[in-house]
């Protein structure tokens, strides 16, 4: 039976659990389906104010699944290739239905994250790890290359030598080594990551959900502007924001001094 995603609100936040401990959480074509489809239905739910993925147990995500990697093989290049890329298609929506979801995606991870799981964490908003965490692209130890944005993320935001070092050699990356180069959000107690992704989640959730998503956007869009393209698009979010209802209800209650209630 492949990994169960396990949805639960837990009240404005979604909870979305990586479910097999038998396999250590690895992934599966039905993980990716379900994760892209939880994230467009928390996209357009007000009740919703953030995500957090972790997995079940003491492991985040050990990744695919090699009995399942061969069986595609054995298939065969013209039945095995595209279901292939099918599935890494999956994959591929799931990444960016994290990137385009406008609500924070916060990875909490225990234990370790390999090959896909790493690059699932990777690409979540925040990172919460436990001390004793690591992510380890371990694609090369069985002879195949990432998949999932882990190269991608990697080779932005670590120096070459040490992204190069971790996705040739699949050398561990570990909790405070991630944290110092920006790539973890905190580290936390071993057993505590998902209660502090929920405390993290519980104090964006009491922003304005619009400012919130445009920060989001503006984050990602900065990699790719130039400075001019990029003072216009916050000329664009900022007036939109002024304009929408937050827009009146933050600055009214900071002059009264009072905690605002957005929505």
């Given amino acids: 039976m492949p990994t169960e995603l396990l949805a639960e609100q837990r009240d404005t936040t ?3 659990t990586l479910s ?3 396999t250590r959480n690895a992934l599966s074509r ?3 389906g379900r994760g ?5 239905q928390a996209a357009a739910d007000a009740a919703v104010r953030s995500v957090v993925l972790c997995g079940a147990g003491d492991t985040f995500c050990a990744g695919g699944n090699l009995q399942r990697i061969l069986g595609v093989r054995a298939m065969g290049d013209v039945v095995g290739r595209p279901y292939q890329a099918e599935s890494i298609n999956l994959l591929k929506d799931l990444v960016l239905a994290i990137t385009d979801c406008p609500k924070p995606v916060i990875a909490a991870v225990e234990g370790f994250a390999a090959g896909a799981g790493a690059s699932l964490a990777l690409a979540c908003d925040l990172l919460v790890a436990a001390e004793d965490a690591k992510l380890v692209m371990s694609y090369s130890r069985i ?3 990432p998949d999932g944005g882990g190269s991608w993320q990697l080779a932005r935001y670590l120096p070459r030598q040490l992204a190069l070092k971790a996705l ?3 050398t561990p990356l570990g909790a405070a080594e991630l944290h110092a180069h920006g790539l973890v959000s905190q580290v936390s107690p071993k057993g505590r990551a998902l209660e502090e992704a929920l405390s993290m ?3 964006l959730a009491k922003l304005a959900p619009n400012a919130v998503a445009s920060v989001k956007k503006l984050a990602q869009s900065a990699l790719r502007d130039d400075l001019a393209q990029h003072l216009d698009a916050e000329r664009e979010h900022f007036i939109d924001n ?5 827009g009146h209800e933050g600055p009214s209650a900071f002059l009264e001094k009072r905690s605002p209630q957005f929505r």
Avoid: I, T
């Avoid at 892209?36 to 467009?40: K, Q, S, T, V, W």
């Fill in 20 to 22: 097999d401990p038998s």
């Fill in 201 to 203: 989640a519980a104090q």
């Fill in 242 to 246: 002024l304009f929408h209802v937050n």
């Fill in 36 to 40: 892209a489809d939880c994230l467009r």
């Fill in 168 to 170: 040739w050699l699949a």
């Fill in 14 to 16: 979604l909870v979305l």
């Fill in 143 to 145: 002879g195949l290359s």
């Fill in 30 to 32: 039905e993980v990716y």
